[in-house]
Protein backbone atom coordinates (compact mmCIF):
# COMPACT_ATOMS: atom_id res chain seq x y z
CA UNK A 1 0.00 0.00 0.00
CA UNK A 2 2.23 3.04 -1.32
CA UNK A 3 -0.16 6.19 -0.32
CA UNK A 4 -1.83 5.59 3.10
CA UNK A 5 -3.44 8.43 5.02
CA UNK A 6 -1.79 10.13 7.48
CA UNK A 7 -4.11 9.04 10.91
CA UNK A 8 -2.76 5.38 9.32
CA UNK A 9 0.69 6.12 9.29
CA UNK A 10 0.76 8.25 12.45
CA UNK A 11 -1.52 5.17 14.19
CA UNK A 12 1.71 2.69 12.85
CA UNK A 13 3.84 5.03 13.88
CA UNK A 14 2.45 4.97 17.92
CA UNK A 15 1.72 1.73 17.40
CA UNK A 16 5.50 0.34 16.43
CA UNK A 17 7.28 0.34 19.70
CA UNK A 18 4.03 -1.56 21.49
CA UNK A 19 3.08 -3.67 18.82
CA UNK A 20 5.72 -4.14 16.11
CA UNK A 21 5.33 -5.60 12.42
CA UNK A 22 7.64 -8.89 13.26
CA UNK A 23 5.50 -9.15 16.48
CA UNK A 24 2.44 -9.51 14.45
CA UNK A 25 4.10 -11.96 12.07
CA UNK A 26 5.67 -13.71 14.72
CA UNK A 27 2.27 -14.12 16.71
CA UNK A 28 0.97 -15.45 12.89
CA UNK A 29 3.73 -18.44 12.97
CA UNK A 30 3.20 -19.57 16.23
CA UNK A 31 -0.01 -20.68 15.92
CA UNK A 32 0.44 -21.90 12.63
CA UNK A 33 -1.05 -19.27 10.59
CA UNK A 34 0.31 -18.68 6.66
CA UNK A 35 -0.47 -16.08 4.50
CA UNK A 36 0.72 -14.85 0.99
CA UNK A 37 2.32 -11.56 0.02
CA UNK A 38 -1.20 -10.14 -0.74
CA UNK A 39 -2.72 -6.71 -0.58
CA UNK A 40 -4.68 -7.90 2.94
CA UNK A 41 -1.83 -9.50 4.84
CA UNK A 42 -1.45 -9.66 8.74
CA UNK A 43 -0.03 -6.95 9.49
CA UNK A 44 -1.86 -4.62 6.67
CA UNK A 45 -5.42 -6.38 7.92
CA UNK A 46 -4.42 -5.48 11.96
CA UNK A 47 -3.82 -1.75 10.77
CA UNK A 48 -7.09 -0.67 8.87
CA UNK A 49 -9.19 -2.70 11.78
CA UNK A 50 -7.77 -0.45 14.45
CA UNK A 51 -8.19 2.81 12.01
CA UNK A 52 -11.98 1.45 11.86
CA UNK A 53 -12.25 1.00 15.18
CA UNK A 54 -10.71 4.33 16.19
CA UNK A 55 -13.39 5.56 13.62
CA UNK A 56 -15.89 4.18 16.17
CA UNK A 57 -16.17 1.34 14.61
CA UNK A 58 -17.04 2.58 10.74
CA UNK A 59 -18.14 1.12 7.74
CA UNK A 60 -16.09 -0.56 5.27
CA UNK A 61 -16.95 2.01 2.83
CA UNK A 62 -15.84 4.78 4.55
CA UNK A 63 -12.73 3.15 5.73
CA UNK A 64 -11.54 3.30 1.83
CA UNK A 65 -11.64 7.16 2.34
CA UNK A 66 -10.19 7.11 5.27
CA UNK A 67 -7.20 5.09 4.24
CA UNK A 68 -6.87 6.76 1.29
CA UNK A 69 -6.86 3.38 -0.61
CA UNK A 70 -9.44 1.25 -2.65
CA UNK A 71 -10.58 -1.32 -0.14
CA UNK A 72 -13.12 -4.17 -1.24
CA UNK A 73 -15.21 -4.90 0.76
CA UNK A 74 -15.15 -8.60 0.24
CA UNK A 75 -11.41 -8.88 0.27
CA UNK A 76 -11.17 -7.41 3.18
CA UNK A 77 -13.71 -9.20 5.33
CA UNK A 78 -11.82 -12.33 4.18
CA UNK A 79 -8.52 -10.86 5.31
CA UNK A 80 -10.14 -10.22 8.81
CA UNK A 81 -11.94 -13.87 9.28
CA UNK A 82 -8.59 -15.78 8.08
CA UNK A 83 -6.62 -13.43 11.34
CA UNK A 84 -6.78 -15.76 13.83
CA UNK A 85 -8.26 -14.77 17.41
CA UNK A 86 -5.15 -16.54 19.08
CA UNK A 87 -3.10 -13.76 17.40
CA UNK A 88 -5.17 -11.38 18.23
CA UNK A 89 -5.61 -11.59 21.69
CA UNK A 90 -1.96 -12.79 22.50
CA UNK A 91 -1.28 -9.23 20.89
CA UNK A 92 -3.18 -7.95 23.12
CA UNK A 93 -1.29 -9.36 26.03
CA UNK A 94 1.69 -8.18 24.46
CA UNK A 95 1.51 -4.95 24.08
CA UNK A 96 -0.35 -4.45 27.12
CA UNK A 97 2.88 -5.40 28.75
CA UNK A 98 4.84 -3.49 26.66
CA UNK A 99 2.57 -0.40 27.42
CA UNK A 100 2.33 -1.06 30.87
CA UNK A 101 6.26 0.11 30.52
CA UNK A 102 5.75 3.44 29.83
CA UNK A 103 6.76 6.00 32.13
CA UNK A 104 3.84 6.93 34.91
CA UNK A 105 1.89 3.61 34.19
CA UNK A 106 3.85 1.38 36.42
CA UNK A 107 2.19 1.93 39.81
CA UNK A 108 2.12 -0.03 42.57
CA UNK A 109 0.02 -0.04 46.41
CA UNK A 110 2.10 -1.56 49.19
CA UNK A 111 4.27 -2.83 46.56
CA UNK A 112 1.80 -5.25 44.88
CA UNK A 113 0.48 -4.73 41.37
CA UNK A 114 -3.36 -4.21 41.61
CA UNK A 115 -5.61 -5.20 38.69
CA UNK A 116 -9.30 -4.66 38.08
CA UNK A 117 -11.71 -6.84 37.24
CA UNK A 118 -15.60 -6.66 35.70
CA UNK A 119 -18.22 -7.42 33.46
CA UNK A 120 -20.24 -5.58 30.76
CA UNK A 121 -22.14 -6.64 27.98
CA UNK A 122 -22.61 -6.00 24.00
CA UNK A 123 -24.96 -6.71 21.67
CA UNK A 124 -24.49 -8.24 18.23
CA UNK A 125 -26.29 -8.72 14.64
CA UNK A 126 -29.33 -11.24 15.02
CA UNK A 127 -27.96 -14.28 13.33
CA UNK A 128 -28.91 -18.03 13.74
CA UNK A 129 -24.77 -18.81 14.45
CA UNK A 130 -24.85 -15.81 17.26
CA UNK A 131 -27.93 -16.53 18.47
CA UNK A 132 -26.42 -19.84 19.13
CA UNK A 133 -23.75 -18.62 20.30
CA UNK A 134 -24.69 -15.62 22.69
CA UNK A 135 -28.27 -16.26 23.43
CA UNK A 136 -30.15 -13.45 24.26
CA UNK A 137 -32.20 -12.64 27.46
CA UNK A 138 -34.75 -15.40 28.33
CA UNK A 139 -37.27 -12.13 29.16
CA UNK A 140 -36.85 -11.67 25.48
CA UNK A 141 -39.43 -12.81 23.14
CA UNK A 142 -37.42 -15.01 20.03
CA UNK A 143 -36.88 -12.77 17.30
CA UNK A 144 -37.37 -9.43 19.23
CA UNK A 145 -34.01 -9.59 20.57
CA UNK A 146 -30.04 -9.45 20.02
CA UNK A 147 -27.69 -11.59 20.95
CA UNK A 148 -26.13 -10.87 23.94
CA UNK A 149 -22.38 -10.84 24.41
CA UNK A 150 -20.79 -10.89 28.13
CA UNK A 151 -17.34 -9.31 27.87
CA UNK A 152 -15.08 -9.57 30.89
CA UNK A 153 -11.87 -7.39 31.42
CA UNK A 154 -9.14 -7.30 33.06
CA UNK A 155 -7.74 -3.79 33.74
CA UNK A 156 -4.49 -2.12 35.45
CA UNK A 157 -6.16 -0.25 38.32
CA UNK A 158 -4.17 2.56 37.98
CA UNK A 159 -3.08 3.10 34.49
CA UNK A 160 -6.64 1.42 33.16
CA UNK A 161 -5.30 -0.44 30.41
CA UNK A 162 -6.81 -3.57 28.95
CA UNK A 163 -4.96 -6.80 30.18
CA UNK A 164 -7.06 -9.39 28.34
CA UNK A 165 -10.80 -9.57 27.57
CA UNK A 166 -13.33 -12.50 26.90
CA UNK A 167 -16.41 -13.08 25.35
CA UNK A 168 -18.92 -15.62 26.21
CA UNK A 169 -23.08 -16.07 26.85
CA UNK A 170 -25.15 -14.59 28.82
CA UNK A 171 -23.78 -16.45 32.57
CA UNK A 172 -22.33 -14.77 35.38
CA UNK A 173 -18.58 -13.69 35.56
CA UNK A 174 -17.56 -15.66 38.35
CA UNK A 175 -17.71 -18.80 36.35
CA UNK A 176 -15.85 -17.51 33.89
CA UNK A 177 -12.99 -15.05 36.13
CA UNK A 178 -10.53 -18.03 36.77
CA UNK A 179 -9.65 -18.06 33.00
CA UNK A 180 -8.03 -14.60 33.73
CA UNK A 181 -5.92 -16.17 36.83
CA UNK A 182 -3.12 -16.91 34.69
CA UNK A 183 -2.24 -13.40 33.56
CA UNK A 184 -1.93 -12.51 37.59
CA UNK A 185 1.09 -13.63 39.58
CA UNK A 186 2.60 -14.42 42.76
CA UNK A 187 1.47 -11.40 44.78
CA UNK A 188 -0.77 -9.90 42.57
CA UNK A 189 -3.96 -8.25 44.00
CA UNK A 190 -7.23 -8.39 42.71
CA UNK A 191 -10.05 -5.92 43.13
CA UNK A 192 -14.24 -6.36 42.09
CA UNK A 193 -17.50 -6.00 43.00
CA UNK A 194 -19.44 -8.33 45.32
CA UNK A 195 -20.83 -10.62 42.26
CA UNK A 196 -16.29 -12.15 42.41
CA UNK A 197 -17.00 -12.44 45.88
CA UNK A 198 -16.94 -16.04 47.05
CA UNK A 199 -15.32 -19.05 48.90
CA UNK A 200 -14.10 -20.80 45.85
CA UNK A 201 -13.18 -17.86 44.06
CA UNK A 202 -10.76 -16.13 46.66
CA UNK A 203 -9.41 -20.15 47.22
CA UNK A 204 -8.29 -20.62 43.80
CA UNK A 205 -6.43 -17.20 44.04
CA UNK A 206 -4.59 -18.11 47.02
CA UNK A 207 -3.81 -21.33 45.03
CA UNK A 208 -1.88 -18.98 42.42
CA UNK A 209 -0.38 -16.95 45.46
CA UNK A 210 -2.84 -13.65 44.25
CA UNK A 211 -4.61 -11.83 46.90
CA UNK A 212 -8.22 -10.70 46.77
CA UNK A 213 -9.91 -7.74 47.87
CA UNK A 214 -14.28 -7.57 46.54
CA UNK A 215 -16.91 -6.29 48.34
CA UNK A 216 -18.94 -8.77 50.36
CA UNK A 217 -21.42 -10.69 48.73
CA UNK A 218 -25.04 -9.88 49.69
CA UNK A 219 -25.84 -13.26 50.61
CA UNK A 220 -23.42 -13.90 52.92
CA UNK A 221 -24.16 -12.71 56.66
CA UNK A 222 -21.73 -11.42 58.78
CA UNK A 223 -21.43 -10.21 62.50
CA UNK A 224 -18.88 -7.89 64.00
CA UNK A 225 -20.18 -8.85 67.68
CA UNK A 226 -17.73 -9.89 70.28
CA UNK A 227 -18.52 -13.83 71.10
CA UNK A 228 -20.53 -14.10 68.16
CA UNK A 229 -21.87 -17.92 67.53
CA UNK A 230 -21.49 -19.32 63.92
CA UNK A 231 -24.34 -20.32 61.77
CA UNK A 232 -25.02 -24.29 61.95
CA UNK A 233 -26.86 -26.31 59.57
CA UNK A 234 -30.40 -25.07 59.19
CA UNK A 235 -29.85 -21.86 61.19
CA UNK A 236 -31.12 -18.79 59.66
CA UNK A 237 -29.59 -15.24 60.75
CA UNK A 238 -26.12 -16.49 61.79
CA UNK A 239 -22.56 -15.97 60.60
CA UNK A 240 -21.42 -18.01 57.35
CA UNK A 241 -17.93 -18.29 59.48
CA UNK A 242 -15.76 -18.95 62.33
CA UNK A 243 -14.48 -16.11 64.50
CA UNK A 244 -10.79 -16.42 64.65
CA UNK A 245 -9.32 -12.84 65.74
CA UNK A 246 -10.49 -9.33 66.49
CA UNK A 247 -8.21 -6.49 64.31
CA UNK A 248 -10.10 -3.46 65.22
CA UNK A 249 -13.37 -1.81 64.79
CA UNK A 250 -15.56 -3.53 62.12
CA UNK A 251 -12.14 -5.26 61.28
CA UNK A 252 -11.82 -8.91 62.30
CA UNK A 253 -10.32 -12.27 61.00
CA UNK A 254 -12.52 -15.35 60.43
CA UNK A 255 -12.60 -18.85 58.39
CA UNK A 256 -15.25 -19.31 55.41
CA UNK A 257 -15.41 -22.98 55.22
CA UNK A 258 -15.38 -25.34 52.30
CA UNK A 259 -19.46 -26.15 51.22
CA UNK A 260 -20.75 -27.15 47.84
CA UNK A 261 -19.37 -26.85 44.43
CA UNK A 262 -20.44 -24.60 41.69
CA UNK A 263 -22.49 -26.05 38.81
CA UNK A 264 -20.01 -24.90 36.63
CA UNK A 265 -17.05 -26.00 38.62
CA UNK A 266 -15.01 -29.93 37.27
CA UNK A 267 -14.57 -31.84 40.08
CA UNK A 268 -10.73 -31.89 39.74
CA UNK A 269 -11.00 -28.14 40.20
CA UNK A 270 -12.87 -28.65 43.71
CA UNK A 271 -10.82 -31.13 44.63
CA UNK A 272 -7.77 -29.03 44.96
CA UNK A 273 -9.79 -26.54 46.94
CA UNK A 274 -8.94 -25.86 50.25
CA UNK A 275 -11.13 -27.24 53.70
CA UNK A 276 -10.92 -24.10 54.99
CA UNK A 277 -9.92 -20.21 54.10
CA UNK A 278 -8.46 -17.26 56.19
CA UNK A 279 -10.21 -14.35 55.46
CA UNK A 280 -10.47 -10.62 56.96
CA UNK A 281 -13.79 -9.32 56.77
CA UNK A 282 -14.02 -5.27 57.34
CA UNK A 283 -16.81 -2.92 57.06
CA UNK A 284 -16.66 1.04 56.81
CA UNK A 285 -19.17 3.69 56.18
CA UNK A 286 -19.23 6.53 53.29
CA UNK A 287 -20.27 9.79 54.14
CA UNK A 288 -20.78 12.71 52.08
CA UNK A 289 -23.23 16.02 51.98
CA UNK A 290 -26.53 15.61 50.55
CA UNK A 291 -26.06 11.20 50.08
CA UNK A 292 -27.30 8.93 52.70
CA UNK A 293 -24.52 6.65 54.42
CA UNK A 294 -23.49 3.49 52.94
CA UNK A 295 -22.11 0.78 54.70
CA UNK A 296 -19.24 -0.90 52.67
CA UNK A 297 -18.75 -4.51 53.75
CA UNK A 298 -15.36 -6.28 52.37
CA UNK A 299 -13.74 -9.84 52.46
CA UNK A 300 -10.04 -10.12 51.76
CA UNK A 301 -6.82 -11.55 52.13
CA UNK A 302 -5.04 -8.78 52.79
CA UNK A 303 -4.68 -9.83 56.46
CA UNK A 304 -2.01 -8.27 58.02
CA UNK A 305 -3.83 -4.86 59.99
CA UNK A 306 -0.49 -2.86 60.49
CA UNK A 307 0.76 -3.63 56.57
CA UNK A 308 -2.24 -3.07 55.32
CA UNK A 309 -4.61 -0.56 57.34
CA UNK A 310 -8.36 -0.57 56.99
CA UNK A 311 -8.68 2.78 55.90
CA UNK A 312 -5.79 2.51 52.70
CA UNK A 313 -7.90 -0.76 52.31
CA UNK A 314 -11.34 1.29 52.03
CA UNK A 315 -9.63 3.74 49.46
CA UNK A 316 -8.37 1.46 47.46
CA UNK A 317 -11.46 -0.09 46.87
CA UNK A 318 -13.23 2.95 45.32
CA UNK A 319 -10.16 2.73 42.84
CA UNK A 320 -12.92 -0.06 41.77
CA UNK A 321 -15.71 2.35 40.09
CA UNK A 322 -13.19 3.47 37.83
CA UNK A 323 -13.65 -0.10 35.92
CA UNK A 324 -17.07 1.58 34.97
CA UNK A 325 -15.49 4.64 33.51
CA UNK A 326 -12.97 2.26 31.07
CA UNK A 327 -16.21 0.43 29.79
CA UNK A 328 -17.73 3.23 29.02
CA UNK A 329 -15.35 4.50 27.14
CA UNK A 330 -15.27 1.55 25.40
CA UNK A 331 -19.28 1.48 24.91
CA UNK A 332 -20.06 4.70 24.65
CA UNK A 333 -17.35 7.11 23.23
CA UNK A 334 -15.77 4.08 20.81
CA UNK A 335 -19.24 2.84 20.14
CA UNK A 336 -19.29 -0.75 21.61
CA UNK A 337 -21.99 -0.79 22.28
CA UNK A 338 -23.23 -2.99 19.76
CA UNK A 339 -20.68 -4.60 17.52
CA UNK A 340 -21.25 -5.70 14.02
CA UNK A 341 -19.37 -9.09 13.10
CA UNK A 342 -21.65 -12.25 12.34
CA UNK A 343 -19.77 -14.81 13.62
CA UNK A 344 -18.83 -15.93 16.96
CA UNK A 345 -15.10 -15.47 15.86
CA UNK A 346 -15.38 -12.56 14.56
CA UNK A 347 -17.15 -10.70 17.75
CA UNK A 348 -14.70 -11.87 19.50
CA UNK A 349 -11.87 -10.79 17.42
CA UNK A 350 -13.94 -7.38 17.15
CA UNK A 351 -13.71 -6.77 20.92
CA UNK A 352 -10.17 -7.37 21.43
CA UNK A 353 -9.49 -4.99 18.61
CA UNK A 354 -11.49 -2.53 20.75
CA UNK A 355 -8.98 -2.69 23.61
CA UNK A 356 -5.89 -2.94 21.44
CA UNK A 357 -7.32 0.48 20.37
CA UNK A 358 -8.57 2.08 24.03
CA UNK A 359 -5.44 0.72 25.07
CA UNK A 360 -3.77 2.84 22.53
CA UNK A 361 -5.88 6.10 23.12
CA UNK A 362 -4.69 5.36 27.53
CA UNK A 363 -0.77 5.39 26.61
CA UNK A 364 -1.25 8.66 24.95
CA UNK A 365 -3.40 9.52 27.83
CA UNK A 366 -0.41 8.68 29.84
CA UNK A 367 1.96 10.66 27.95
CA UNK A 368 -0.46 13.95 28.86
CA UNK A 369 -0.88 13.65 32.23
CA UNK A 370 2.89 13.02 32.39
CA UNK A 371 3.83 16.24 30.73
CA UNK A 372 0.44 18.35 32.68
CA UNK A 373 1.27 16.93 35.89
CA UNK A 374 -2.40 15.80 36.23
CA UNK A 375 -3.73 12.01 37.51
CA UNK A 376 -3.90 9.91 34.17
CA UNK A 377 -7.79 9.62 34.73
CA UNK A 378 -7.91 13.19 34.24
CA UNK A 379 -6.98 13.77 30.49
CA UNK A 380 -9.97 13.15 28.11
CA UNK A 381 -10.33 10.33 26.47
CA UNK A 382 -12.94 11.85 23.02
CA UNK A 383 -10.41 14.63 22.89
CA UNK A 384 -6.92 12.11 23.11
CA UNK A 385 -9.42 10.11 20.03
CA UNK A 386 -10.02 13.15 18.41
CA UNK A 387 -6.11 14.20 18.34
CA UNK A 388 -5.28 10.78 17.46
CA UNK A 389 -7.57 11.16 14.44
CA UNK A 390 -6.24 14.57 13.28
CA UNK A 391 -2.89 14.47 13.67
CA UNK A 392 -0.08 13.89 10.95
CA UNK A 393 2.74 11.28 11.61
CA UNK A 394 6.08 13.01 13.83
CA UNK A 395 3.43 16.26 15.53
CA UNK A 396 4.15 16.56 18.66
CA UNK A 397 1.60 15.73 21.47
CA UNK A 398 -0.61 19.28 22.64
CA UNK A 399 -2.30 19.95 25.35
CA UNK A 400 -5.16 17.60 25.99
CA UNK A 401 -8.43 18.52 27.72
CA UNK A 402 -8.06 17.96 31.35
CA UNK A 403 -11.63 17.04 33.27
CA UNK A 404 -12.04 18.98 36.30
CA UNK A 405 -12.46 16.92 39.51
CA UNK A 406 -16.00 16.80 40.82
CA UNK A 407 -16.03 14.17 44.21
CA UNK A 408 -19.37 13.46 45.35
CA UNK A 409 -21.08 14.29 41.89
CA UNK A 410 -24.87 12.80 41.70
CA UNK A 411 -26.49 13.17 38.48
CA UNK A 412 -30.10 11.60 37.93
CA UNK A 413 -30.13 9.10 35.55
CA UNK A 414 -32.42 10.87 32.95
CA UNK A 415 -32.16 12.15 29.56
CA UNK A 416 -33.82 15.74 28.56
CA UNK A 417 -33.72 15.52 24.98
CA UNK A 418 -36.78 13.28 23.26
CA UNK A 419 -36.32 10.55 20.91
CA UNK A 420 -38.44 9.44 18.44
CA UNK A 421 -40.98 7.10 20.52
CA UNK A 422 -41.62 4.55 18.39
CA UNK A 423 -43.24 1.08 19.81
CA UNK A 424 -41.23 -1.84 21.03
CA UNK A 425 -40.90 -4.76 19.20
CA UNK A 426 -42.95 -7.58 20.84
CA UNK A 427 -43.51 -9.49 18.05
CA UNK A 428 -41.05 -11.26 14.89
CA UNK A 429 -40.60 -8.54 12.33
CA UNK A 430 -42.00 -10.59 9.86
CA UNK A 431 -45.44 -10.82 11.37
CA UNK A 432 -45.24 -7.24 11.90
CA UNK A 433 -44.45 -6.54 8.49
CA UNK A 434 -48.08 -9.21 7.33
CA UNK A 435 -50.01 -7.69 10.07
CA UNK A 436 -49.29 -4.20 8.22
CA UNK A 437 -49.52 -5.70 4.61
CA UNK A 438 -52.94 -6.99 5.64
CA UNK A 439 -54.22 -3.60 7.28
CA UNK A 440 -53.52 -1.95 3.65
CA UNK A 441 -55.49 -5.03 2.30
CA UNK A 442 -58.33 -4.37 3.86
CA UNK A 443 -58.06 -0.33 3.78
Known sequence: MASISRTLRHIKQDLEPFLPQRSIRQACRQVGHRWRNRQFDPVTTLHLFILQILNFNTAITHLRHLAK?????ASYCKARMRLPLAVVQSLLESSAQAMAGVKGACRRWHRLRVYLTDGSGSI??????LQKNFPQSKEQKK?????????????????GLVIQSLCFALYHEQSQVWRLHRLLGNGDLLVGDRGFCSYVHLAMLQLG????????????????RPRRKSRRRRQTGKPHSRFVKRLGKHDQLVRWIKSNRPKWMLPEQ???IPDSLLVRELRYTLQAKGQRTRVVMIATTLLDPVRYPKDEIAALYGVRWTVETHFAELKTTLKMRQ?????????????????????????????????????PGRISFIDTVRWLLSASPGEPLPLLVVNPLRPGRQEPRVIKDRHDKYKVMNRPRAQLRNALQNQATEA
Open 69 to 73: VPINA
Open 124 to 129: APDTPE
Open 270 to 272: WAQ
Open 339 to 375: VKSQTPLGVQKEVAVYCLVYNLVHVVMLEAARRQRVD
Open 143 to 159: GCGFPHVKILGLFDAFS
Open 209 to 224: GVLGLFRMHQGRIVDF
